[in-house]
């Protein structure tokens, strides 16, 4: 493990106030912000409110003393921390390599912040590596016909499990490799035209508010 998702995770920690509502994305940062998240509350006596994005993050969260709630008594979070698999400078974002995408999207957009939390590797000048996307496992064969027309899309196969990976919605995940992507916003609303496309993993930089950069020594709030 990087000392770099540690240290943003760890500065993270500090936005979280007391009696605060917030979304939990998944990954294994947002593992080690939990864990954090956790002490402060066992030492400091905070209550902590969340929604989480995932099993993942729904188990770690009861386990770290989070008080899990959900969308229906809270409609709006004060703060969303979330990882990402890449970052660009203008922080639009790729997520979902995890296999959570579509529950973390509506999280963040939920949540009054959202501040992603990432080693600083993951920063590029353009996205470029391959979206996950969300699919409706009857719509598996036209979507990836549909999206073979835009890029190269690869049905993605478990590891401990025979065949497709299966979402915690009960779907499946294509990644698609669109090369660079110059225009984020256009890609991600064309992805999402296609019926039986649940959501992408392409985050806009309008639904992100700052970027946790982790390094070896330390890590920089990036706010835009
Ligand atoms: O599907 C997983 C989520 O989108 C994660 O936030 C993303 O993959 C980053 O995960 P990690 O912190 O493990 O690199």
């Known amino acids: 493990m990087s000392n770099g998702k540690a240290n943003a995770a760890k500065k993270a920690v ?3 106030r007391d009696g605060a509502v917030i979304g939990i994305g998944s990954g294994t940062t947002v593992e080690i912000f939990l864990r954090e998240l956790g002490r402060r509350i066992e030492n400091e006596g905070l209550t902590v409110y969340g929604v989480p ?3 993942q993050s729904h188990i770690l969260a009861t386990n770290n003393g989070i008080k899990v709630v959900d969308l229906i008594q ?3 979070l004060d703060i969303c921390i979330d990882g990402a698999d890449q970052v660009d400078e203008r922080f639009n974002c790729i997520k979902g390599g995890g296999g959570a995408l579509t529950r973390e999207k509506i999280v963040a957009a939920a949540s009054k912040e959202v501040v992603i939390i990432v080693d600083s590797s993951k920063i590029v000048d353009r996205l470029n590596m391959p979206v996950p996307i969300e699919v409706l496992p ?3 064969g036209f979507v990836e016909r549909r999206l073979s027309a835009m890029g190269r899309p690869v049905l993605r ?3 401990g499990k ?4 299966v979402t915690d919605n009960g779907n499946f ?3 698609c490799d669109f090369g660079d992507i110059d225009k984020p916003e256009e890609l991600e609303r064309e992805i999402d035209r296609i019926p039986g496309v649940v959501e992408c993993g ?7 508010d700052g970027v946790i950069a982790g390094y070896e020594d330390g890590a920089r709030f990036l706010k835009k």
Do not use: H, M, R
Not at 162 to 165: D, F, I, K, N, T
Not at 202 to 208: D, G, K, N, R, Y
């Open 14 to 16: 500090e936005l979280v």
């Open 53 to 55: 994005s995932s099993y």
């Open 74 to 76: 809270y409609p709006e």
């Open 138 to 140: 009857f719509a598996y």
């Open 157 to 159: 196969e478990g590891s």
């Open 162 to 165: 025979l065949g497709p990976v």
């Open 173 to 175: 995940i294509i990644d």
């Open 202 to 208: 392409i985050f806009c930089s309008e639904l992100i």
